[in-house]
């Protein structure tokens, strides 16, 4: 069996190219009246005041499957709504999507507390749970295509459902996540620091046996898991992602030794375990150089799951295909940005620079925006300012705070990335919809000094 050191190896080097077809752009006509996110109240027992949203294709098939998608930290359910291409596949296969919404300040989902990590105990998961009750009540709902995602907190809320409810769902995808019960304090606070930095290390029976506490009793079938991590992730570090897969493994009382491995695409290393198909009890995909930033592909999550193989709906999807990748997902620390404000005298002419990418579709379009600190001296608290193009409004951000949400925009650190050595970068992001102009800011200037455009 390979060690886990050799192991986390193999996960992240970038083997040669193998074939992948292309997810296939939706086409056809749309419906005359199109599907919409709804937002139902009262659903049931909601300890944590999630708020609940739900999407309904206007097809839905006889026997629906259910999907719970989990937002990231400063995310929202709408945001995820818009942001991925789950409701747009529910479209073409007719199951049902169920959208949670964090209301704590935080935004970031429960995946801490004692409550949350035992079945039943209280929090998120029993909000979720009775989300999940609404739906079957009054769809015909498929019981055994009941799955859950989520990107980076919505991903350790994916491995906490797993854990607390196996009888529920069958199986989940996590985007940038970490094992059951890896994040959990008992002093209150939501952000575990030594998990984040993937300092938790456990043996496969140790973090299978996590899981198993958390409903003790349970002898049941256990899910299927589908893994993606970036081997950069600055945020929830790699060695996580081989923790998730000696834990779901283990679970599964399966070999941490891998039945197939391939490369789908250049730099993603896909291993199964438990088969060699596409439906193997656990896959993990490790990302070759990518950030805690990762694309969501949903199609593949969707084809995991076997919510691809229903008969579709007779009614035509939308004509513009989705965006391939989901806002990103950084959690940011419990503690607020600092007060002090920054410095007031500027760097020299010339000491930054600004990389900015677009990821635009629809209505909607998400940047990723890289400074770096050209300078030979450090910048200690820093504000970006540029003028968005015309039609474009922020919806959410992270790495940094956003005012105003149009027009001439500030962009000012958080409590962790205030401090840029010289020659390193800090890299923030926004989503934003657009009115057509998906353009990018023509000028940046950081502390009050212009900065090159990469």
């Not at 996110?37 to 949203?53: D, K, W």
């Not at 790699?238 to 941490?256: A, K």
């Not at 677009?358 to 001296?377: K, Y």
Request: aromatic share 8%; hydrophobic share 35%; glycine share 10%.
């Amino acid at each position: 069996m390979l060690s886990r050191r050799s192991r986390l190896r193999l996960l992240g080097a970038a083997l040669a190219a193998a074939g992948l077809a292309a997810v296939a752009a939706l086409a056809a006509p749309s419906p005359a009246a199109a599907a919409s996110l709804t937002e139902v109240t009262n659903f049931g027992a909601n300890p944590s005041n999630l708020r609940m949203y739900l999407y309904v294709p206007n097809a839905v098939a006889a026997r629906p499957g259910l999907l719970v998608v989990n937002h990231y930290c400063t995310g929202s359910g709408p945001a995820m709504y818009s942001g991925t291409q789950f409701a747009a596949l529910a479209d073409r296969y007719g199951y049902v999507v169920v959208y949670p919404s964090v209301t704590r300040s935080s935004k970031c989902f429960d995946v801490s507390s004692p409550q949350a990590l035992r079945r039943d105990g209280g929090s998120d998961p029993v909000g979720i749970k009775s989300m999940v009750d609404y739906v079957r009540q009054r769809y015909p709902v498929d019981p055994e295509r009941i799955f859950t995602t989520g990107t980076s907190s919505g991903a350790m809320m994916t491995n906490v459902l797993l854990g607390v409810y196996p009888d529920v769902f069958r199986a989940g995808a996590a985007f940038a996540g970490v094992p059951f019960g890896c994040f959990a304090t008992t002093n209150g606070s939501e952000w575990n620091s030594e998990c984040a930095n993937g300092q938790v290390l456990k043996t496969p029976q140790q973090w299978g046996d996590l899981v198993r506490n958390a409903y003790p009793g349970y002898s049941g079938p256990r899910p299927r898991m589908q893994l993606w991590h970036g081997t950069n992730d600055e945020t929830l570090r790699y060695p996580n992602f081989g923790e998730e897969i000696d834990q779901w493994t283990n679970v599964n009382g399966l070999s941490q030794t891998p039945a197939y491995t391939d490369s789908p695409q250049p730099g993603w290393t896909r291993t199964r375990y438990g088969g060699t198909g596409g439906t193997a009890t656990v896959e993990a995909i490790s990302m070759q150089g990518v950030s805690h930033n990762l694309p969501v592909d949903a199609a593949q999550a969707v084809r995991f799951f076997g919510l691809d193989s229903s008969t579709p709906p007779t009614s035509a999807p939308p004509t513009t295909p989705p965006p391939t990748t989901a806002p990103p997902t950084t959690p940011p620390p419990t503690t607020p940005p600092p007060t002090t404000a920054p410095p007031t005298t500027p760097p020299p002419s010339g000491a930054c620079r600004v990389g900015y990418v677009v990821n635009a579709w629809n209505a909607g379009l998400t940047a990723s925006v890289t400074i770096t600190n050209t300078a030979t001296s450090p910048v200690n608290g820093w504000s970006l300012a540029f003028t968005l193009p015309g039609g474009q409004t922020i919806t959410g951000g992270w790495n940094a705070t956003y005012a105003p949400t149009s027009g001439a925009v500030t962009a000012r650190n958080v409590s962790y990335n205030g401090a840029v050595a010289p020659g390193g970068s800090v890299t923030i992001g926004f989503q934003a919809t657009h009115t057509g102009n998906t353009g990018s800011p023509a000028a940046f200037t950081l502390n009050g000094s212009p900065c090159a455009v990469a």
